[in-house]
């Protein structure tokens, strides 16, 4: 009897409890609505600020095309191109004529001068004269590396000094690129 009688009880308990409240749907609704309108907004700002940014760096001369006949390879990489800047000021960031858009590259530096052959974004190309100095350093606009894992090559565009950096599939090849780019650099500034 004592378990038909505990039975009855653990029944009429069941039966006493309620279920769970029932999502309101149209507020959860509504915050994911809401949610949705901040992102959209934050990204619409962001685009404005690049947009303005661009606006303000629009004296910047459009950038040199390679020439017909660039000479003989002297290196090559492939890797990534990680932006430009105002010389000196790794954190200004160039975003006109494309320099902010971050990229795969093939960088071949020729007779003529560095040609940066980007995907997705504008070629471009360097000639001799306004290459200034090749460095490796850690960060650009904002992307840091390892202390010397990013090529940093400073060229003059109009009469702007301007840091692109680079950071090759096969980062061992920096090293090379700095010693040949500092010797014709050096090279180019005693014939002047």
């Keep these: 009897m004592t378990s038909l009688t505990t039975i009855a009880a653990?029944?009429?308990i069941a039966a006493e409890k309620k279920s769970a409240e029932v999502t309101?749907?149209?507020?959860?609704?509504?915050?994911?609505?809401?949610l949705l309108l901040f992102i959209a907004l934050v990204?619409?700002?962001?685009?404005?600020?690049w947009k303005w940014r661009g606006s303000?760096?629009?004296?910047?001369?459009?950038?040199?095309?390679?020439?017909?006949e660039p000479g003989g390879t002297r290196?090559?990489?492939?890797?990534?191109y990680h932006g430009s800047t105002t010389a000196g000021?790794?954190?200004?960031?160039?975003v006109a004529h494309g320099l902010g858009v971050r990229s795969r590259v093939e960088l071949t530096l020729t007779d003529a001068g560095l040609s940066v052959v980007r995907t997705g974004a504008t070629d471009f190309f360097v000639p001799q004269q306004a290459l200034r100095e090749v460095r490796l350093d850690k960060g650009i606009a904002g992307k840091v590396l390892a202390d010397g894992g990013l090529l940093v090559i400073t060229w003059e565009h109009g009469d702007t000094l301007i840091d692109s950096g680079f950071r090759s599939d096969r980062a061992a090849e920096h090293n090379e690129w700095v010693t040949t780019l500092n010797?014709?650099?050096?090279?180019?500034?005693?014939?002047r």
């Design 10 to 12: 653990g029944i009429g």
């Design 24 to 34: 309101d749907w149209t507020a959860r609704l509504g915050w994911v609505v809401g």
């Design 43 to 49: 990204y619409w700002l962001m685009r404005q600020g």
């Design 56 to 68: 303000l760096q629009s004296g910047l001369p459009q950038l040199p095309a390679a020439p017909a």
């Design 75 to 80: 290196l090559a990489l492939t890797g990534r």
């Design 89 to 94: 000021q790794w954190l200004d960031r160039i």
């Design 183 to 191: 010797h014709l650099i050096n090279t180019t500034e005693g014939a």
